[in-house]
């Protein structure tokens, strides 16, 4: 999801490391907008080769290099076009209004991709909001709030200090820095004294990837995998007090309500076991890993000998690493998406076009491979609405 803050690579490695899982020339970029299949197939690759951490609970990605990203306003990876996403997004943004009366506020949200949540935030309560992130585009819906609202289309870092808040928010960034330290430091520097400033935190549920088998969730630039015991273990050691972490979104997502303090909470018996459960789960993932892809490619390799025609609907994270895996054994020609900045673009590494769902009245395939089962009854709906007769397979 959002990408945002640029850090060197200072990951300092515990004696307890285990690799236990390699995946190698893969795009660095899932959601970056290629207007060739050449250029696509020809995009930046980087290799993905993951270490848990068994006295921290973080997974990380040691093969990772920042200097392979540096990311722009052609970077798109905005979800709001989904109603089901929207749903969600407003349910959230309500929540933490109404629970932290949030109303005539400032606001800060770091990593704000396009800045739908923020203007969220701001119109449900009457707030101030500032954005920092160096993909946000211009848009011509935010024009009636942009004096309420600021973009800085650049990273956070220690030159913004001195903006202030009462609630900072900040969702799929932290997974995107290889070092948690060079954004949570800087951020409780800035806060200093004022304890009653609440931060929010969202990040990708590994324990969704690792135990229920979301692989296609493993992608170049997500260089740290968090579960919640690891997420709250990392905000105690860096001068805050985690009150409530949560999975959501259907186990996909971490969500960590914060607030900064001046003394250090030590993990608990709970954090012990649940690093002990994700141990037992990665043990075991690379074989169930290896399973799965080998039923994916004799599923396409099925569908290519009968002649079937099959997209995938989802050309983000997910669809990106799901063809770059398979190499779709002729079957996929196309990838689905509501996202209008990303259609007529290519899906990087594999090369297949992005097309809009109403492409399918025309293409009638027969076979629409859902790369988010949270979406699904969404998809189902959209394609009898399109008249479009064909089978949904849920990855």
């Known amino acids: 999801m959002n990408p945002f803050y640029q850090q060197v690579n200072t ?23 290629w207007r060739s299949p050449e250029a696509a197939r020809n995009c930046p690759k980087g290799d993905i080769r993951l270490a848990f951490d068994r006295k921290t609970g973080m997974v990380t990605n040691i093969a990772f290099d920042s200097a392979k990203l540096d990311y722009d306003q052609d970077y798109e990876n905005s979800l709001h076009y989904s109603p089901r996403f929207q749903q969600y997004a407003q349910s ?41 992130d160096p993909t946000y585009v211009s848009r011509s819906e935010h024009q009636s709030i942009t004096q309420e609202v600021q973009f800085i289309q650049d990273y956070y870092s220690d030159k913004y200090k001195d903006y202030r808040a009462d609630f900072i928010a900040c969702r799929h960034t ?20 004022r304890l009653n400033t609440m931060v929010f935190f969202e990040v990708p549920n590994a324990l969704y990837t690792f135990r229920h088998l979301g692989i296609w969730d493993i992608i170049y630039e997500h260089c740290c995998y968090f579960v919640p015991a690891s997420l709250e273990h990392t905000f105690s050691g860096y001068g805050f007090t985690p009150l409530e972490v949560t999975e959501v979104f259907g186990g996909q997502f971490i969500c960590l309500e914060a607030l900064p303090t001046n003394a250090y909470r030590p993990p608990n018996h709970k954090f012990q076991q649940e690093i002990e459960s994700l141990s037992k789960e990665i043990t075991i993932f690379r074989a169930r890993f290896e399973a799965l892809v080998n039923i994916w490619t004799e599923k396409l390799k099925e569908l290519s000998q009968k002649g079937k ?17 398979l190499k779709d054994q002729g079957a996929i020609a196309y990838a689905v998406d509501v996202n209008p900045r990303k259609q007529g673009m290519y899906v990087a590494g594999s090369g297949q076009q992005i097309v809009s769902p109403d492409f399918l009245k025309q293409y009638q395939p027969d076979v629409v491979i859902v790369m988010n089962p949270i979406y699904e009854s969404e998809i189902q709906q959209a394609i009898t609405n399109l008249g479009c007769h064909a089978e949904l397979i849920v990855v």
């Open 11 to 33: 990951f300092n490695l515990s004696t307890d490391l285990e690799i236990f899982f390699e995946m190698l020339d893969v795009p660095v970029y899932c959601n970056l907008l």
């Open 92 to 132: 959230l943004a309500n929540d933490l209004v109404e629970r932290y009366q949030l109303k005539d506020k400032d606001i800060i949200e770091i990593g704000c991709g396009k800045g739908d949540f923020l203007i969220s935030l701001c119109e449900l309560g009457n707030n101030r909001g500032v954005g920092f």
């Open 174 to 193: 932290l997974e995107h820095i290889l070092n948690p330290a060079d954004l949570l430091e800087p951020l409780r520097k800035a806060i200093g004294d």
């Open 309 to 325: 025609k099959a997209v995938i609907w989802g050309a983000g994270s997910k669809g990106v690493t799901f063809l770059n895996l």
